[in-house]
């Protein structure tokens, strides 16, 4: 079954905690991003990566952390450094190969802060 | 810096009724603009890709316009029903496959 995974569903820090969020992709794609989602907006990229071992910020990277180990995997930590964590965040991956290409999302994990 | 716009935020109808939601963005250099459908509290779901040679995609009762000079999409639902009642979500893919995604517009269906 292919697909994309995000854990946990719900993850609660409490402040000055650093917390990772898993998202793991069993589709074969190179490309793998990270959005932030709050109420009333659209979704703003986080980081992203189009090859293992190599990841690139996106427009609000302040505060977060990844990791590009393995091509099915892309962690996002997100540190004690950003202020207003509060959100849902979401996970793709992509082929990005060609402009047909679209991306694929996880179910997403929603962060609070308590 | 592009940016996408939708309009309106959030929209009720009856059912039965054809509908029509809006998205404008401001630089028409881009490969694709595709529509993607988020229920609450979960992932997005694309519902068409438009290239940017493209004019236009169907997809059921689903149709959906591009008009790159003017910079405006229209995302066309059919004979509306309650299982459409989700947010819908226009995004635009530039250079080096960055996709921008805009605000969303909130539908309720009403049975």
């Known amino acids: 079954d292919g697909g994309i995974t995000q854990s946990p569903k719900y993850l609660f820090r409490k402040e000055g905690q650093n917390v990772t969020l898993s998202c793991e992709q069993n589709?074969?794609?190179?490309?793998m991003y990270w959005y932030r989602q709050d109420p009333g907006q659209g979704l703003r990229l986080i980081y992203y990566?189009?090859?293992?071992?190599?990841?690139q910020k996106g427009d609000i990277a302040e505060g977060y952390s990844v990791s590009r180990e393995k091509k099915e995997s892309f962690p996002l930590t997100v540190t004690s450094a950003q202020k207003n964590p509060t959100a849902f965040y979401l996970c793709?991956?992509?082929?990005?190969?060609?402009?047909?290409?679209?991306?694929?999302f996880g179910p997403g994990t929603r962060l609070t802060v308590l | 810096k592009q940016e996408v716009t939708q309009i309106p935020a959030a929209l009720s109808v009856p059912e039965g009724e054809n509908l029509v939601l809006n998205c404008s963005f401001t630089?028409?250099?881009?490969?694709?603009l595709q529509w993607f459908r988020q229920d609450p509290g979960k992932g997005l779901t694309s519902l068409l890709l438009?290239?940017?040679?493209?004019r236009e995609q169907t997809s059921g009762r689903l149709n959906a316009s591009l008009d790159k000079s003017s910079g405006r999409s229209t995302l066309y639902i059919a004979a509306s029903q309650p299982g459409d009642s989700a947010t819908y979500l226009c995004a635009v893919t530039t250079g080096g496959f960055k996709t921008i995604f805009g605000a969303g517009t909130r539908l309720f269906v009403k049975a």
């Open positions: 589709l074969n794609h190179d490309a």
């Open positions: 630089d028409s250099a881009i490969y694709n």
């Open positions: 793709a991956s992509g082929s990005q190969r060609t402009s047909t290409d679209t991306q694929y």
């Open positions: 438009i290239q940017s040679s493209q």
């Open positions: 990566s189009q090859i293992v071992n190599d990841f």
